[in-house]
Each structure stands twice: as structure tokens, then as C-alpha cells.
């Protein structure tokens, strides 16, 4: 196997984290445990405890063994975003929940294509998911990570591609003077021996959205990868805010400076999806042309993607199908007829009920319902506890029923709806 990852020293941003990510890969960074690691088969829950007690009969370590388990099951779990490369990649925990699909990654590495930048520096890099894509697009990467043990992980999954270089240190330290673009996915979690912890204030993440502001200040060609619930006010006025769903999940925002800006484009909503990609963009500021019609409940209900409501698209939705927002403060719209969308999930609405558990009971009993889907938006109501209300007393009833809780006004309604298969 590759002899572990050669990595300059560097500070250490949390001594526990540090212990906890090292012992999770040191012991496959010899030869003993990579040849274990790739010789076990698919990951199975169910057989870990079998296998790690047969492993050590062999006379494998504790620690090698609990490392190549831990390796397999994270390496299980990466396919979704990582596919076949998955099968010979090293992670943690938290470089694995951030890091970017690579069908995500190769979209971000060619607006630097596009841009013609041809040499990036990936501040950040975690695991190397953006700078695997970036150096498959031919672009010169040095991918920067600040913990050693996320680093050595970033160095193994880069091996492949003799493009690409890893430099354990500081992002902010960084001399970006011979670079033509930087890409930044700030770490936004902490990590101790009791999981990870999200961090929502761009100003502690690592390294900070002030940093990236400054870098874009001195004309760089800048994208970086933000959580999708960053607020519209902390959305810097100089660059394009595109949110990215990907089978319906909303994945990121990213926020792209000078070169790599698209004209006319301020925010956007990028859908991905088993068929493709669709984007719908607005050349607006946040909070202009956002007003919609309003109206009534009737028709067809649309339930537009997240993405499309983060970038605050959904009265761009509504007059694409000539349809109304039901409140003005709510991200459901209706439209008297059926329109193709890919924007937006559409329903076909049944009947319209007030939000009253007495009433809905004596409904999902007179229509013997006993599956019942329930949405909700605009209201504090946990659709879990509901359905158990709801369903109690009706184990033989089979019929299948979709209620969408939500608000107009003042007044809280159960709308019934039947999807529409698209």
C-alpha cells in the first residue's frame, strides 16, 4: 500500500478532535491495515460484531481491526455521494457528512474550466471530494486541510491523480499569490469524543466567511460552499448565491465571486436530479419581485422544491404556472390547472378541512384511511404525533390519504391532496 501521507506540522484546532480522528485512521495507514481494510466484503451492521470477533481471533489488534470496521461502514455509507470510488477511499465522520457528491463537485470544478482558471488552490479540502473533481477536469489543485488526520484521509483519496498536491495547513495562511482561483467548504462542524456539533454562524466556521469576503475583495475568482439556511442578509452583495437539491434534498448554497460569477445572475436554484439538472435564476435582489398573487385553495396544489425556497424563487414559481400563493408568508401555491413544473411537486386538491383533531378523526374514519402521509408548513405541528392521533383505532382500514397542514392567516386548515405522479 502508499506509506502514510507526508504532511507538514500544523496547529491543532481541538486536541480531542485530533485523538479522535487519528485513532479512527492511523491503524489503516500501515500495511497490515490497509491490506485488512480492502479485504473485507460489503459492510453489514448486522455481521460487524461477528467479524470484529474473527478478525482478532486471526490475531489482528484491537485497534487495527475497530479502525478497518470503522473504515468500512463509513465507506458504506459514502457511496451515495461517491459511487464506485467510494470502494478505495479513507474518511471520517465529519469529512464524510460535509464533503460534497461528486456529481455536485464536478459542476463546482467546471466553473473554473469555464472561467479558464487553471490553477486552484481548495482551501478546506477535507476528504478531497472538490479537488478529486477539479483535478479530473485537468485543473493544478493544492488541497489545504488544517487537521493532519482529515489531510492524511485527503492525500490517500488524491493519490490517483498526479495534478493534485496536499498541504496540511492553515486555509488563512495560505500564499495564494501564484493561484488563478481558490475554492473554499469551510469546516462547519466540531468534532469530541461525543460526535460532531453543526455550527450555523458563518463567522465560526473555519475559516470564517470574512476571510472569504476578503480574498473575493482583492478580485480573486472565489466559489465557496455554505449550509443552505445561511440567511439572505448574510449573503454578500458582490457575488451569485446558487442553491443546490439533489433528488429533492437541499444540499448547499454556494456563493460565487468575479470571474467564477455567471452576468445577470444573482441567486439561483440548481435541481438534480435521476434525469439531469434544471436551474431557475433570477437576476433580482433578495426580497425584490418576491411578491406573488394571493388566493384562494383550489386546483392544484405545488410544493416547490427546497432549493427554489431558499433562493426565495417561489413567486418566480408562481407566476411561471399562473398560479397564487395561499399566504403570503407560506411556500405553498395553487393554480386552477395542471402544469408541468420541475420546480415544484404538484397535488391535487380533494377537499379542504379546519385544522381540528375531533374533525379530522371523524374524517380519516369515515374514509377508513389507514396510511396517511401528512406535510406541513407554517405551523408547529409534529406530523408523527398527529398521525398517531389520527390513526388510532383504525388497524383494519387500507386506504391511503395525504393531508398538508398549513396556515392562511390567522386560520390553520388540513388541505387533503392526491399527488400527481410526474
Request: with cysteine; charged share 25%; glycine share 8%.
Amino acid at each position: 500500500m502508499p506509506g502514510p501521507a507526508r504532511l507538514a506540522e500544523s496547529p491543532s484546532r481541538n486536541a480531542e478532535s485530533d485523538t479522535v480522528t487519528q485513532n479512527l485512521l492511523e491503524p489503516v495507514l500501515t500495511p497490515e491495515g490497509w491490506e485488512l481494510l480492502n479485504s473485507l466484503g460489503p459492510y453489514s451492521e448486522s455481521d460487524s460484531l461477528r467479524l470484529n470477533e474473527q478478525l482478532r481471533a486471526a490475531g489482528h489488534s484491537p485497534e487495527v481491526v475497530n479502525a478497518a470496521l470503522t473504515q468500512s461502514r463509513l465507506r458504506a455509507k459514502a457511496q451515495a455521494k461517491f459511487g464506485p470510488f467510494a470502494a478505495r477511499m479513507l474518511f471520517t465522520p465529519a469529512g464524510l457528512e460535509q464533503a460534497t457528491r461528486l456529481t455536485v463537485a464536478a459542476r463546482h470544478a467546471q466553473r473554473y474550466v469555464t472561467a479558464g482558471l487553471r490553477k486552484v488552490a481548495d482551501l478546506g479540502c477535507g476528504v478531497g471530494a472538490d479537488s478529486m473533481a477539479l483535478a479530473t477536469l485537468e485543473r493544478d489543485v493544492t488541497a489545504v486541510e488544517l487537521d493532519e488526520t482529515t489531510a492524511a484521509a485527503a492525500t490517500m483519496n488524491l493519490l490517483p491523480w498526479s495534478n493534485a498536491t496536499v498541504v496540511n495547513a492553515d486555509a488563512s495562511a495560505v500564499d495564494l499569490t501564484d493561484y488563478d482561483g481558490v475554492w473554499l467548504d469551510p469546516a462547519r462542524r466540531t468534532t469530541s469524543s461525543s460526535g460532531t456539533r453543526r455550527l450555523f454562524d458563518p463567522e465560526a466556521f473555519s475559516p470564517p466567511l470574512s476571510f472569504v469576503e476578503s480574498l473575493a475583495d482583492t478580485g480573486m475568482p472565489v466559489g465557496v460552499k455554505l449550509g443552505p439556511g445561511i440567511p439572505h442578509d448574510a449573503v454578500p452583495s458582490s457575488c451569485e448565491a446558487q442553491w443546490v437539491s439533489v433528488d429533492g434534498d437541499v444540499a448547499e448554497v454556494v456563493l460565487w465571486f468575479n470571474a467564477l460569477r455567471r452576468d445577470n445572475v444573482r441567486r439561483s436554484a440548481l435541481l438534480i436530479g435521476a434525469d439531469g439538472a434544471t436551474e431557475l435564476t433570477s437576476n433580482s435582489d433578495f426580497g425584490e419581485d418576491d411578491d406573488a398573487a394571493v388566493g384562494p385553495v383550489e386546483g392544484y396544489l405545488y410544493e416547490p422544491d427546497g432549493a427554489v425556497i431558499r433562493a426565495g424563487l417561489v413567486a418566480d414559481v408562481a407566476r411561471s404556472i399562473g398560479g397564487h400563493l395561499v399566504d403570503p408568508h407560506i411556500a405553498y401555491i395553487c393554480a386552477p390547472d395542471l402544469v408541468d413544473t420541475p420546480f415544484a411537486r404538484a397535488y391535487r386538491v380533494l377537499d379542504v378541512l379546519p385544522y381540528n383533531v375531533k374533525t379530522l378523526k371523524a374524517w380519516v374514519k369515515a374514509n377508513s384511511i389507514g396510511v396517511l402521509d401528512i406535510k406541513k408548513r407554517g405551523t408547529s405541528v409534529t406530523p408523527e404525533e398527529l398521525r398517531k392521533q389520527l390513526l388510532a383505532g383504525t388497524k383494519k382500514a387500507t386506504n391511503k390519504a395525504t393531508l398538508v397542514l398549513t396556515r392562511i392567516g390567522e386560520e390553520r386548515v388540513a388541505v387533503v391532496v392526491d399527488p400527481v405522479l410526474g
